[in-house]
């Protein structure tokens, strides 16, 4: 149904894929590529700092004593550093520690486990001279759609309440989706299925080939990521989103267990991945050669803890994200074979 057609790395911190999707029918092509369009640029997440700590600075006017930039370029530089993984919380923090004359590049942020940056090289700020910088930041996880200040208190805001931006904490007003630009064009191909009768007029020969032809679309899809993410895994996260959205017309008003399998026959598709579990519950399935949801909701929450180093708040973790995402309940009762 689709396949990639090219896929470049532009540079570090731009990569590019296009796809070719199809044949569907006539008129099916806008709604698909529309839909994926949408969903690859709102619903993708991705990390992003979103505050700073600075050693020694108050208010971002100030002037640190050998810094090259302002502290507003400074800010400005850190929003745009590219990161790529997985962090266990929501939020979590990293730090910075150097001492000048030097370059500051996005290999001397010291990152938590998991996170990497999609360019080391990514320029930060310059140190002039001798001279120690110091600063603390927070990393955070979230869509273009997440808002870090919430309007109402009906919203959940991103940040725990045991993390304070603090009195000296600048905010970045960051901007988590990975894609840098979507588009896509849709292609009329006429197929067609009849054959030349006999001992007939040109005309209705001509008449005879326009009824028995049918015209078929292909949509061409374009991806550019920032680096964080592949192309190609984010479009395939933009379809298996897409395919949950509409499942959940169909499983909203009905609670289903793991013995119910066959409205769910597409698990073995789907990665534990998409649970976005915490790093010691996925690594515990992993070891345990869990790989995909199909595999995992064969076990009951008894199951999970007789897993080596699978606690009783792992398996909450499982049977809860199991619930919240996919609206599947583990049985009680033991279904491994």
């Known amino acids: 149904m689709?396949?990639?057609i090219e896929s470049l790395a532009l540079?570090?911190?731009?990569?590019y894929g296009r796809f070719q999707i199809g044949p569907v029918k006539s008129g099916q092509g806008l709604t698909i590529g529309n839909a994926l369009r949408r969903v690859l640029l709102g619903e993708i997440e991705s990390l992003s700092i979103i505050s700073v700590k600075i050693q020694g600075i108050k208010h971002e006017f100030e002037i640190f004593p050998g810094l090259k930039e302002s502290i507003i370029e400074l800010l400005f530089q850190l929003r745009n550093i590219v990161l790529a993984g997985s962090i266990e919380n929501r939020v979590q923090r990293g730090f910075l520690n150097v001492k000048g004359?030097?370059?500051i590049t996005a290999k001397d942020l010291n990152l938590p486990d998991g996170v990497t940056v999609a360019d080391p090289d990514q320029y930060i700020a310059t140190l002039l001279?001798?001279?120690?910088?110091?600063?603390t930041f927070c990393l955070a996880k979230g869509t273009a759609s997440t808002n870090l200040t919430p309007l109402t208190s009906t919203q959940e805001p991103i940040l725990p309440p045991s993390v304070d931006f603090g009195a000296h904490e600048f905010y970045l007003d960051p901007f988590f989706s990975p894609l840098k630009k979507v588009n896509y064009v849709i292609e009329d191909h006429i197929e067609t299925t009849g054959v030349n009768l006999m001992n007939k007029s040109e005309l209705a020969t001509e008449l005879t080939q326009m009824q028995s032809s049918t015209v078929i679309e292909f949509i061409h899809l374009e991806v550019w990521t920032n680096g964080s993410i592949d192309p190609k895994k984010a479009f395939e996260k933009a379809i298996q989103k897409l395919l949950f959205t509409f499942q959940t017309f169909f499983t909203s008003s009905v609670s289903h267990s793991a013995s119910e399998l066959k409205p769910y026959q597409n698990l073995n598709d789907i990665p534990i991945e998409e649970l976005n579990l915490s790093v010691r519950s996925y690594n515990c399935?992993?070891?345990a050669n869990i790989q995909t949801l199909a595999k995992l909701v064969r076990y009951t929450k008894q199951d999970l803890l007789e897993i080596q180093n699978f606690g009783k708040k792992s398996a909450e973790e499982v049977v809860q994200k199991l619930y919240e995402?996919?609206?599947?309940?583990l049985e009680t009762n033991t279904l491994k074979t």
């Open 2 to 4: 689709f396949q990639c």
């Open 11 to 15: 540079s570090k911190t731009e990569l």
């Open 101 to 103: 004359p030097c370059i």
């Open 129 to 135: 001279f001798e001279t120690d910088f110091s600063m």
């Open 285 to 287: 399935l992993k070891k």
């Open 325 to 329: 995402i996919f609206d599947i309940h």
